[in-house]
Every structure is written in C-alpha cells, then in structure tokens.
C-alpha cells in the first residue's frame, strides 16, 4: 500500500494527514494538530516561524511512527502571507 503525508498549515491550527487508496476508496487519518497563530512583536503581527519548523518536524516524526513506508508528503499554507528573512539572523 502507498501512504502519502499532507501537511497542513492554517491560521489557527496546522494538521499531518496521511492517505491512501484502500479498495478503490481515498482513506485518511490525522497523526498530528498543533496550535497556530500571529503574536505581536514590536508593533507588528508575525508569525513564530520557528515553532511552526518545529512542529512540521514533530508531526513528520509522528506521522512516520505510524505509517514507516511514507512515500511523499506536502505542505499547504495559507496564500496571502509572506516571511522575510534577513541572511545573517538564524531563525531555527
């Protein structure tokens, strides 16, 4: 059987989904949710790119705990919003 993991990152929450096709029909099981949200910092609203990596990373983990033979996954985010990166900060 082929498993594939999703990745999920909204405004409020992300999620890992693994699927796969089982007699003809697409199956689905969530493995990870984590809490998600903009903070304010120095007037402005960011988000914590850090513990988003963090739990991308984490949900991977679980997701390959139970489904070893993960053949692919993706990642969706939301399409409006942007992060900035300055070369010699380390956000990670």
């Known amino acids: 059987m082929k498993y594939f993991l999703a ?3 909204g405004a409020s929450s992300g999620r890992h989904i693994v699927g796969w096709m089982e007699d ?3 199956q689905t099981k969530e493995v990870f949710r984590f809490p998600n949200g903009v903070q304010e910092e120095n007037g ?3 988000w914590n790119v850090a513990e988003l990596y963090k739990n991308v990373v984490e949900g991977v ?3 390959f705990e139970q489904f070893p033979e993960i053949e692919s996954l993706s ?3 939301w ?3 942007y992060v900035l990166f ?3 900060e ?3």
Do not use: N, P
């Open 7 to 9: 990745i999920d990152i």
């Open 24 to 26: 003809g029909q697409i």
């Open 44 to 46: 402005h609203l960011i």
């Open 61 to 63: 983990a679980k997701a």
């Open 75 to 77: 990642v969706d985010t």
């Open 79 to 81: 399409g409006v919003d």
């Open 86 to 88: 300055r070369g010699d």
């Open 90 to 92: 380390e956000v990670m």
